[in-house]
């Protein structure tokens, strides 16, 4: 099992930036890690993946602003986020998921909540 805590929410303006982490109580390298959003009102959406292999994948609202970057060593994922609109205030989640035998396991963070607004 995985525990994630995620930091690095807060208020910003926008166009402002936000650099979001997320802390796994272990090994990453075999999951395929997530930042997904939920706004209020809203399901949760994904943000931004990494594989295990180290491709990414971004949601259209989030490419060319947002880069979603991974350390293996250090257990962490990380999510730069620029160019911050109000659109984008939600409570954002960490994910790790993997695939074994067939079997998919999803852990989930917390959430740490960023809002943007003047």
């Known amino acids: 099992q995985v525990q994630l805590v995620e930091s690095g929410g807060g208020l910003v303006q926008p166009g402002g930036s936000l650099r979001l982490s997320c802390a796994a109580s272990?090994?990453?390298?075999?999951?395929?890690m997530g930042w997904y959003r939920q706004a209020p009102g809203k399901q949760r959406e994904l943000v931004a993946s990494?594989?295990?292999?180290?491709?990414?994948n971004y949601a259209d609202s989030a490419k060319g602003r947002f880069t979603i970057s991974r350390d293996n060593a250090k257990s962490t994922v990380s999510l730069q986020m620029n160019s911050l609109k109000p659109e984008d205030t939600a409570v954002y989640y960490c994910?790790?998921?993997?695939?074994?035998?067939?079997?998919?396991?999803?852990?989930w963070g917390q959430g740490t909540q960023v809002t943007v607004s003047s």
């Open positions: 994910n790790a998921k993997r695939t074994v035998l067939g079997i998919t396991r999803d852990y």
């Open positions: 272990g090994s990453i390298s075999t999951y395929a």
């Open positions: 990494t594989t295990s292999g180290g491709g990414t």
